[in-house]
């Protein structure tokens, strides 16, 4: 069973940083392409960046600098490295993979070519 399961999350001051990770189970992740995402309430999902297999990594602005992707492919294990946290950055931040099919390896365009997906671990940041 293809599963993807967050950790890490948690409640951090302005300024802090936290560490999520993204285990993989049931597939070799090193095939794939990673990416992370958040969601806030009333706000669209967001994504945060992606990685390909090779580990060439792509960040929207809002994160460029702050925020750091890696992966670990003998323990089937992905990283977001969240630094100089905001408020704004408070969301659910969910991993996910690329569809079966295609260039499951390299990073896709759209979060609606994310096939498989975490349930997600919560991050707050507040004084």
């Known amino acids: 069973q293809v599963q993807l399961v967050e950790s890490g999350g948690g409640l951090v001051q302005p300024g802090g940083s936290l560490r999520l990770s993204c285990a993989a189970s049931?597939?070799?992740?090193?095939?794939?392409?990673i990416g992370w995402f958040r969601q806030a309430p009333g706000i669209e999902r967001e994504g945060v960046g992606c990685?390909?297999?090779?580990?060439?990594?792509y960040y929207p602005d809002s994160v460029q600098g702050r925020f750091t992707l890696s992966r670990d492919n003998v323990k089937n294990t992905a990283y977001l490295q969240m630094n100089s946290l905001k408020p704004e950055d408070t969301a659910v931040y969910f991993c996910?993979?690329?569809?079966?099919?295609?260039?499951?390896?390299?990073?896709?365009?759209?979060?609606?070519?994310?096939?498989?997906w975490g349930q997600g671990t919560q991050v707050t940041v507040s004084s």
């Open positions: 996910a993979t690329p569809h079966e099919g295609g260039f499951p390896y390299l990073c896709p365009r759209s979060a609606s070519d994310f096939g498989s």
């Open positions: 049931g597939f070799t992740l090193e095939n794939y392409a």
């Open positions: 990685i390909t297999n090779d580990g060439t990594s």
